[in-house]
């Protein structure tokens, strides 16, 4: 089992900044994923991160978004930079295993103010 808790959500102006973060716990993690709902719409794919610490992005948010992670705090992080309105959703951490199975956190809130 994998349990994943989002945190670092909240209000802020467009133009700022948030750091989210994923704290992990559970063994066999090989890909973690950030995704976002906005009310009414499906949820969408963010960020990738890989073991081998490869990155991929969506267009929406390349350039203005970075994840990583610290292996020795089991963390892994959505830095947010030049946020816009569009960007407001629900933010979730999605971890996937090797033998692949995948787990969800419980979201954690953004709202960016124009």
């Known amino acids: 089992q994998v349990q994943l808790v989002e945190s670092g959500g909240g209000l802020v102006q467009a133009g700022g900044s948030l750091r989210l973060s994923c704290a992990v716990s559970?063994?066999?993690?090989?890909?973690m994923h950030w995704y976002r709902q906005a009310p009414g719409q499906q949820r969408e794919w963010v960020a990738t991160?890989?073991?081998?610490?490869?990155?991929d992005y969506a267009g929406s948010v390349k350039g203005r978004f970075t994840i990583s992670r610290d292996n020795g705090k089991n963390t892994v992080f959505l830095q947010m930079n030049s946020l816009r309105p569009e960007d407001t959703a629900a933010y979730y951490c999605n971890a996937q295993r090797a033998w692949g199975d995948t787990y969800w956190g419980q979201g954690t809130q953004v709202t960016v103010s124009s």
């Open positions: 559970g063994s066999g993690v090989v890909v």
């Open positions: 991160i890989r073991t081998g610490g490869t990155t």
